[in-house]
């Protein structure tokens, strides 16, 4: 359940018969939650009021333990729009991070469709295991996590032209570009996050040199909420802008050559030089040990933190699952689980 006092600070808790939810401004039993219809209003001990609600996904994901960096739910419904994951498709997932995009990519698909997800690091693949363990109450059946890379792992999972989907969510997907055309069917759909403009080029100029997608389209999502109250009709003073890229592409067919682009003549035109003054590894001294998460920005944590991230997601999904029933009831805030 989710608890949002007076101030807007919501708790996500697990109901356990006979815990409590404890704040410093008083107590609120478990008991008394348990039998309430959903979005009802409930006191707590010193008389102060939360509204008791059925977490949504995009509240769970912002509020679940993280390894890695989240895919936030303004990009993660782009990427479902976007790439147009549909019931019953099979969609591969590069980079799991710490779930929260493979969940939404397990709502899309639904049960009668199929996730299959790579991850490099074991620890972020636990850490995502135990999240969507914790949230659907056991270990989906549709879900296939895998630990490697995607470009060794890939070809040896599922046969060619048999993937509808591929997500890219990874520090260099212009690597995975073959292995990605070879998995996916004629008219495919590729879609890569990226966080930063460098990133954005490289994976467009790849695709464009492979010759296998169509003419990549990239965008960028900001949402920016409004104050509403009475008179006082305004923007607010904090917005979610930028926090990564999307660029998608469609896989042609066999033997298919893309008509090139119709356009003038432009001061913007480049040469193979440019391309490598622009980016680390092209060009005649490149470097492809250049790319890395420090180089990008990426913020990266210890293994220890990871470790401790993948046990605080398995005591939640114990917990909800009551294999621990004399476990404490998990309180978790937006404000804790950040980055």
């Given amino acids: 359940m989710q608890l949002t006092g007076p101030k807007g600070r ?3 808790i697990t109901l356990e018969r006979g815990a409590e939810f404890h704040s410093h401004k008083g107590m609120i039993r478990h008991d008394d939650i348990v039998d309430l219809p959903d979005a009802s209003v409930i006191a707590n001990n010193s008389g102060e009021e939360y509204l008791a609600l059925r977490p949504l996904l995009s509240d769970f994901v912002m509020s679940m333990p993280r390894g890695a960096a989240i895919v936030y739910p303004k990009d993660a419904a782009q990427i479902v729009s976007l790439a147009d994951i549909f019931p019953g498709a099979r969609v591969v997932e590069a980079g799991v991070g710490s779930g929260a ?19 490099r690091r074991e620890e972020f693949a636990d850490i995502a295991r135990e999240n969507a ?3 659907a109450g056991t270990h989906p059946a549709n879900w296939t996590v895998r630990v490697g890379d ?33 998995a996916l069917a ?25 010759g296998r997608f169509t003419h990549p389209q990239a965008s ?5 909420g409004w104050h509403v109250e009475g008179l006082a009709v305004r923007p607010d003073h904090r ?10 592409a469609r896989k042609l067919a066999p033997g298919t050559a893309l008509p090139s682009l119709k356009r003038r003549a432009s001061k913007s035109d480049f040469s193979e030089a440019d391309m490598g003054n622009w980016l680390p590894d092209m060009g005649p001294d490149a470097d492809p040990a250049a790319w890395s998460e420090e180089s990008v920005g990426q913020r990266v944590k210890s293994d220890k933190i990871l470790r401790k991230k993948a046990r605080e997601a398995g005591r939640i999904a114990d917990h909800r699952a009551g294999i621990d029933s004399a476990a404490p009831a998990t309180t978790i805030t937006p404000e804790d689980s950040g980055e």
């Avoid at 995009?101 to 991850?119: I, T």
């Avoid at 917005?239 to 998608?248: P, Q, R």
Wanted: net charge negative.
């Fill in 10 to 12: 919501m708790n996500t």
């Fill in 101 to 119: 995009l493979s969940l939404h990519l397990l709502r899309a698909v639904g049960p009668q469709g199929e996730v299959h997800s790579f991850e």
């Fill in 133 to 135: 363990r914790a949230y």
């Fill in 150 to 182: 995607l470009q060794e792992e890939l070809p040896n999972a599922l046969e060619a032209d048999s993937v509808d989907r591929v997500v890219l969510d990874m520090l260099a997907p212009w690597e995975c570009v073959d292995v990605t055309a070879n």
């Fill in 186 to 210: 004629p008219g495919g759909v590729v879609i890569c996050y990226v966080a930063t403009v460098t990133q954005l080029s490289r994976t467009v100029e790849e695709l464009r040199r492979s």
């Fill in 220 to 224: 960028e999502t900001m949402v920016r």
């Fill in 239 to 248: 917005m979610v802008g930028h926090t990564g890229f999307l660029v998608t």
